[in-house]
């Protein structure tokens, strides 16, 4: 189902995130670790964290990323949780 994944150079423990499926259709996820909302939070003094694209993962290597996204796939949960990409 997956094709592929494109992994944007991780920043403050944030990434972009792009998946590909084998159909064409793409989708973006904004992916950041448990420290990495911990440190935005703390750094903008926010009282709540909400992104909507929100990829929550442990670390950025690839296979913790696609162990992820292929398990929202295998739910049908692309589409709600990540913001289609024009083909």
Same mark, same amino acid.
């Given at each position: 189902? /997956?094709?592929? /994944?494109?992994?944007? =150079? &991780?920043?403050? +423990?944030? =990434? +972009?995130?792009?998946?590909? %499926?084998?159909?064409?259709?793409?989708?973006? #996820?904004?992916? #950041?670790? &448990?420290?990495?909302?911990?440190?935005?939070?703390?750094?903008?003094?926010? =009282?709540? #964290?909400?992104?909507?694209? %929100? %990829? /929550?993962?442990?670390? #950025?290597?690839?296979?913790?990323?696609?162990?992820? %996204?292929?398990?929202? =796939? *295998?739910? +049908?949960?692309?589409?709600?949780?990540?913001?289609?990409? *024009?083909?």
């Amino acid at each position: 189902m /997956i094709r592929e /994944i494109r992994i944007g =150079a &991780p920043v403050d +423990d944030n =990434a +972009d995130v792009i998946v590909i %499926l084998v159909d064409g259709h793409g989708y973006a #996820f904004t992916a #950041f670790t &448990p420290r990495g909302i911990e440190k935005q939070m703390t750094r903008e003094q926010m =009282a709540h #964290f909400y992104v909507e694209d %929100l %990829l /929550i993962v442990r670390d #950025f290597h690839e296979a913790t990323v696609r162990a992820a %996204l292929e398990d929202i =796939a *295998s739910r +049908d949960r692309l589409d709600p949780g990540g913001i289609r990409q *024009s083909e």
